[in-house]
């Protein structure tokens, strides 16, 4: 029973996550006008049509934080909007604060500890900055739990996702012992070995915090062992591997798999809309009659891109046959600016990029088309035309381009696919695999792709577009719930 009872809420369905499904834009008028945002959580609460769910998340910039102010007990006004059914509250957090636990912890702490991406004989250093953003994270975390604790009916379902809320969890149990909570995980998990490379109080308080749920789910069986093996090595937890359990402190935390898929109905119909029709045949018009090698990705460290230009460029100096033959199409848009990293990452593959159109070029050839800038109905097109698809993260929670392409190709495209994506256990049959540090294995790769005969390809492309929809997003969030 609750030591400090709480007001309960009216919403039998919750969900929880630092970016929501909507977010704000100032005009020049200083209007504020809405995006709604998309991706697999947002399509998989559209199964929920009960207006009394609630989706809490973040204020993340100005804009969002004034219609967060501007919003009566501050849910936000959606009346009018696409926006699904339920209500969005959005929490308005002090910037600086938020920058602290989103920059400082959530993206340069634990995503760069899941994904592998420290520079380890000079990074991590936990020092007394380090400090002011852990703090900073477990004010987030409270802030969230309270919200939480305060919009949800007695016993409601409470599905807190991903990182930045890691801590959330137990958090809420502690106020709200009625609830039934959730946690996914949509990253991939560290192993122990380099998961310990967080500060022990902090490595235990991210994994307790998870535990705080009931049920803490993931995207593959990999990253959900791996979670286990961190709880038994760091916490000295008693894992059971086949049943998935992890039992910590007295209470057991159920673990559960879930492979989100690609929005197969969602996709294709977007994917005919004329202003896709266009910028398709505005690509067609830009790479004439040659074959396409195509990749689209946040720009984001841990997608590889880098490696993935310079497979390319090893595929045009040690290939002559495919000089003037082919065009590698590569989308990759901003992504966490704030962060110096990725500010370096962006000029490095812009100046790859240059350096391989200067090595290559030709007077009626543009050997490689980078676009920095985000348009989903040009990716969509994109998707339409490749011949190839690059899929080469160095690690990857699921990568959803790799089962957005096969739904959306024209005419069959082969995919070239990290082993070390979560969609790898789904799509490992019919794609080229590669390890993505391999420079010259991802350009055999890329070469293999690119000779694939077309009644293959077309073949292949079937069944991966079969196991890319197994479980849409909307039957993806309903499993999760009920096993909730
Ligand atoms: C990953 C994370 C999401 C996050 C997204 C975009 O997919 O799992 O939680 O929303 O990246 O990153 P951003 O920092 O822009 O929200």
Redesign the pocket.
Known sequence: ASERPQQSGAAPILVA???GPVSFRTEDDGSLTLRRGG?GLVSGLSAIDDPNAVWVCAA?SDADRTAARQAPDGRLDLAGHDVGGQAVRMLDIDPEAFARA?NGV??STLWFVHHLLYQTPVQPAFDAGFRTEWAAYRAYNAAFAEALAAEAAPGAAVLV????LSLAPALLRALRPDLRIGHFS??PWAPPEYYRLLPDDVAAAVLEGILGADRAAFLTRRWALAFADCCEAVLGAEVDRSALTVTHGGRTTRLGVHGLGADAEFLRERAHRPDVDERLAALREAVGERRTIVRVD?T?LSKNIVRGLLAYRHLLRTRPEWLGNVVHIAFAYP??TDLAEYRDYTAAVQRVAEEINTEFGTADWQPLILHVNDDFPRSLAAYRLADVALVNPIRD?MNLVAKEVPVVSDHGCALVLSREAGAYAELADDAITVNPYDVIATADALAEALAMPPAERTERTKRLAAAATALPPQQWFLDQLHAL
């Open positions: 996550s630092n970016r991706g993340l989103y959530a993206n996702q991903d990182y930045h949509h990253t946040r984001e992504s966490r929670g």
